[in-house]
């Protein structure tokens, strides 16, 4: 079985408009599940922000156990910046670009499954 979906938002927040678009996707096959999913950030007068992750899976013994693994990755060209909500402006702060991967996996025991 497969999945798909799209998401999308825009507000303001510091005085800045945002958008941010995704797509999303989930395939199960007998014990096997894959899930994944895309946003990019889309920020007024900024670069774009882009973060994705995946995420595959195996039930066994009766899937009361799954085995998982996932993967994420960010890139924020502008890295992090803080917000008076006190003003509703963005503070004045030294642009941080982040880039980075982010490793996980393991195992979940499900008794009631």
């Known amino acids: 079985m497969v999945t798909l979906g799209v998401s999308n938002q825009t507000a303001q927040r510091g005085g800045q408009t945002f958008s941010a678009l995704g797509g999303d996707l989930k395939i199960k096959w007998e014990h096997f599940t894959l899930r ?60 941080d670009p982040i880039e980075k991967y982010e490793y996980t996996g393991g195992i979940n025991y499900l008794p009631w499954s």
């Open 36 to 95: 994944s999913e895309y946003i990019r950030g889309i920020i007024k007068n900024a670069m774009d922000q882009n973060s994705f992750y995946v995420q595959p899976s195996y039930r066994f013994f009766e899937d009361k156990w799954i085995l998982f693994a996932q993967v994420d990755y960010l890139d924020d060209p502008l890295g992090v910046r803080t917000v008076d909500h006190d003003r509703n402006t963005a503070t004045a702060a030294i642009a």
